[in-house]
């Protein structure tokens, strides 16, 4: 049985700090979404008009528009991973690396993780920054066990048994849409914190019942609607296949696996008029 007490008050402090930097630094989403909507439009995005933060992100989403017409996305084509690595290392995603990384270091100095899993890794961005977080924790004898639908995961996998060698790390080809591979399984030694960003969208809930049931701390970082109104920003992500998803089902679909679910940052959308949150915590 995990202590729900010392989960809650593990993310504490990551929340206030996610919570500062969003009111301090961008304080508004609201013109992301505005050039969301001149993009579908097909009008010119003037770069300089946007704080800096936000615009690897309009990058992101022009050339979404751009592939659009083309004959599909895919997250291995090098001009993708090139311009979405810009992405993972501007400052919004970094603050929600670094966010998501303090949570589970938290967590972990607080509860007796014996194993922690990330699905859809993608270019390892989070993941390196989780390892050089373990190593400076001293957090070594934990297993780290990385996958992603994509064969590239195998290189991510190299390239961070490289720089922390020290690690134990595995890495899996795992299309969550499917149940995880025996293989996978069999490396899992409970409590397991298991995490995501930025995945679930492609995958829709239904990935919820394959990857629910290895966890017993769950971290999602995935836009998840607080009102379930559809913005431009959202008909951008729909053309490359990421659903529009909806906290309360993700609740509700949650609840088959987990006692407790929780949006940790409401406080923060709300501050900044986003209508979504972006993490979510659940614990058996
Ligand atoms: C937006 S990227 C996020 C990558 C990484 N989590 C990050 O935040 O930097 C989405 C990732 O989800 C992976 N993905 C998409 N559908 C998947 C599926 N069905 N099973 C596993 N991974 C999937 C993609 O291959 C891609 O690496």
Redesign the pocket.
């Known amino acids: 049985m995990i202590n729900k007490e010392a989960v809650l008050t593990s993310i504490q402090q990551p929340m206030q700090r996610y919570r500062d930097h969003m009111l301090a630094d961008l304080k508004d989403w609201m013109p992301l979404e505005d050039a969301a909507r001149l993009l579908l439009e097909g009008k010119p995005i003037v770069y300089e008009e946007y704080i800096p933060d936000f615009r690897p992100l309009i990058k992101m989403m022009e050339l979404i528009v751009e592939k659009a017409g083309g004959p599909g996305w895919d ?1 291995a084509d090098p001009e993708i991973r090139r311009v ?1 690595k810009e992405v ?1 290392e501007g400052n919004i ?1 970094t603050l929600f690396s670094e966010v998501i990384v303090d949570m589970l270091i938290s967590i972990m100095k607080r509860v007796p993780v014996r194993t922690v899993v ?6 390892g ?2 993941t390196a920054n989780l390892c050089r977080t373990m190593v400076e924790n001293h957090f070594e004898q934990v297993p780290i066990v990385i ?4 064969p590239f995961i195998t290189q991510v996998g190299d390239t961070l048994r490289k720089a922390y060698p020290s690690l134990s790390i595995s890495d899996f080809i ?4 499917e149940r995880a591979p025996e293989e996978l399984t069999k490396k899992l030694a409970h409590p397991v914190l298991l995490f ?4 679930m969208p ?2 829709g809930y239904d ?1 919820l019942d394959t990857i629910a049931p290895l966890g017993d701390i769950l971290i999602i970082v995935d836009d998840l609607s607080l009102t379930g109104k559809k913005y431009a920003y959202d008909q951008i992500y729909g053309k490359i296949g990421s659903q529009f998803l909806l906290f309360e089902k993700a609740k509700h679909r949650l609840e088959k696996y987990f006692t407790f679910i929780h949006a940790c940052d409401r406080e923060a959308a709300e501050a900044i008029h986003s209508p979504v949150i972006t993490f979510t915590l659940a614990v058996k």
């Open positions: 997250w979405f993972a995603y990330e699905v859809g890794t993608g270019p961005t989070v996958s992603d639908r994509v795992w299309n969550v849409r995501e960003r930025f995945c492609y995958t990935a």
